[in-house]
Nanobody
Framework: QVQLVESGGGLVQPGGSLRLSCAASGIIFSVYDRAWYRQAPGQLRELVATITTGGFTNYTDSVKGRFTISRDDAKNTMYLQMNSLKPEDTAVYYC?????????WGQGTQVTVSS
């Protein structure tokens, strides 16, 4: 059974930092392209950052320079380092792994940026 489990969310003040983790079981993470998405209340799910099997990364414009996606294939885990957080970053963050036709989601972790 494939599971992706996110952790590291929470409440942080504007300007603060959080690091999200996504631990995979049941799959070899390194053979999948991976991504972080987020969904704010009343909004569509948004692609935040991607990392390919070759290690190439890409970010949505609103997080460039503030967020960093990374991976540790030995731990079957990927990360999202989030710095200089803003209230508009508040959302449920989801990790995903995809290698067509397979697409897997985690259950999400809440990130709230508020003073």
């Amino acid at each position: 059974q494939v599971q992706l489990v996110e952790s590291g969310g929470g409440l942080v003040q504007p300007g603060g930092s959080l690091r999200l983790s996504c631990a995979a079981s049941g799959i070899i993470f390194s053979v999948y392209d991976r991504a972080w998405y987020r969904q704010a209340p009343g909004q569509l799910r948004e692609l935040v950052a991607t990392i390919t099997t070759g290690g190439f990364t890409n970010y949505t414009d609103s997080v460039k320079g503030r967020f960093t996606i990374s991976r540790d294939d030995a731990k079957n885990t990927m990360y999202l380092q989030m710095n200089s957080l803003k209230p508009e970053d508040t959302a449920v963050y989801y990790c995903s792994a995809f290698a067509p036709p397979h697409f897997y989601w985690g259950q999400g972790t809440q990130v709230t940026v508020s003073s």
